[in-house]
């Protein structure tokens, strides 16, 4: 039988050293009580205590319901200000219509085994950002770089705001940038995880880029087309370096075919990498990229589009297309799938490649602690969208098609004749730039020739 006592923790504490007969049960209130087991007697050496449980009894429903007995855990483990604090808890979900035993074991589950930040940030990049980007595995590999190597195994919900600045703080300006898209996609990924319903410290949404010492990519619209002076004198001798390396230079296959599709078409990088040989239909002659390999498919499906990027195939590159679609015909356009850090690193070396910028400028630069970015003639792969934007618009073509053929969200209006007729300017826009640039090389001749070898080494 249940002695109803009021116990305080001196009773519970001379409840341990009692010496009992029979087991004894001393209730606190509400469903609360204690349950007193004499512990087994010792001859020759001192009893031990005896075993105090708390339980709380309660019904699911009315009293004509059996009543349950939920095991809270151990005194002296568990105080009595801790046992009615649960007691209290179990009353709350009672209220909710929740059972008490069920909500405990969910909660000893998560404090047992509660998400971790690698396991966290895994969920972000395989749930979320997997579906929506195409550079997840980048962003996995910015976090394993600055993130798991201190707080990979720890509970995400225990991370404060000063541990993520300390494992993402550098004191130098090395790798500013890629500190700050760190910064931008762990905060990206905890959002996501506490729309999820997972717990976590939310102070880690201040952290700007000065707390890290991160620094903002700098906006870069170089071009290899010179306008020198006010009246309209255009410079193309930059140009047609970029041309004759690209239709004449030395390089693997690989390259000089994704440099020759990137210089035509004006498409991104990652546009032409992930491309396979069924995009692009060569009786239509239409390359057709898909919304899960470009960067503005949620704009475009928003101005009522389904987020693919149609352009023409000019007549200039078919023979470098159709090589390559012979010879992949169920693959990859380019052959093979080159992941984007390598890409990206050829082509960040492509003023070194052409002969703009010279070893020794590298050099200087790289003693003088200045990222070669720095340099007024530096190019990489992304500098030749801002080359095809420049030259057309300075050839006086059709702005519009120019911002087509570039991938760009246009408004609603423009969104949707980009759906209906907008081939045919660009199909003419091509004309004009292909034309332009075999005027740029040596003989037009040279140039087809030079786009078929291309294409026979896919």
């Known amino acids: 039988m249940t002695k109803k ?12 050293r009692a010496d009992l007969s029979k087991q004894e049960s001393h209730s606190v209130g509400m469903g609360l009580s204690v349950r007193v087991t004499p512990s087994q007697r010792q001859s020759g050496s001192v009893r031990p205590d005896n075993n105090l449980l708390w339980l709380y009894r309660y019904r699911v429903g009315d009293r004509a319901t059996s009543p349950k007995a939920l095991t809270l855990g151990k005194y002296p483990e568990i105080s009595l200000s801790q046992a009615t604090a649960i007691r209290d808890k179990c009353r709350k979900w009672l209220a909710a219509g929740k059972d008490p035993k069920n909500e405990l074991a969910i909660q000893k589950q998560d404090t047992l085994k509660p998400l971790t930040v690698k396991q966290g940030l895994e969920l972000w990049l395989s749930d979320f950002n997997a579906r929506k980007r195409v550079n997840a595995e980048k962003h996995f590999a910015q976090f394993r770089k600055y993130i798991f190597p201190t707080l990979a195994d720890l509970p995400l919900e225990q991370i404060t705001k000063p541990m993520w600045i300390r494992c993402l703080h550098r004191s130098d300006d090395k790798w500013s940038v890629a500190r700050g898209y760190t910064l931008n996609n762990l905060k990206q990924a905890l959002r996501f995880l506490k729309k999820q319903g997972h717990k976590l ?29 006010g009246e309209g004198n255009i ?52 390359w057709t990229c898909p919304a899960e390999h470009n960067k503005v498919k949620d704009k475009a499906r ?16 078919c023979p470098l297309i159709e090589s390559l679609v012979t010879n ?35 050099k200087q630069h ?18 030749l969208r801002h080359t095809f934007s420049t030259a057309l618009n300075e050839l006086q073509t059709d702005n519009y098609a120019i911002e087509m053929m570039l991938g760009h969200a246009l408004p609603r209006i423009e969104g949707n004749y980009n759906n209906s007729s907008a081939m045919k300017r660009k199909a003419n826009l091509l004309r004009v730039w292909c034309s332009h640039i075999e005027k740029l090389l040596e003989r037009g001749e040279l140039a087809s020739n030079v786009v078929s070898f291309g294409g026979s080494h896919g």
Do not use: C
């Open 5 to 16: 006592t009021l116990l305080t923790d001196t009773k519970l504490k001379k409840l341990l």
């Open 201 to 229: 410290d939310t102070d880690v949404f201040e952290i700007d880029f000065d707390d890290i010492g991160a620094a903002k990519q700098k906006k870069s619209s170089r071009a290899a087309v010179e306008v020198p002076d």
């Open 235 to 286: 410079e193309w001798d930059e140009l047609r370096d970029l041309v004759e390396f690209s239709f004449n230079g030395k390089m693997v296959p690989y390259y000089q075919n994704l440099l020759q599709i990137l210089l035509v078409t004006g498409a991104r990088t990652q546009e032409v990498r992930l491309s396979r040989s069924s995009e692009w239909d060569l009786k239509r002659r239409v």
């Open 302 to 317: 928003q101005a009522g589009g389904i987020g693919d990027i149609v352009r023409p195939i000019p007549e200039f590159i």
């Open 328 to 362: 992949n015909p169920d693959g990859y356009l380019l052959g093979e799938l080159k992941q984007a850090p390598a890409v990206s690193a050829w082509g960040g070396k492509l003023s070194q490649r052409i002969g703009w910028i010279s070893d020794d400028e590298v």
């Open 366 to 383: 790289k003693q003088a602690g200045k990222p070669l970015k720095d340099h007024p003639k530096f190019f990489r792969f992304h500098h």
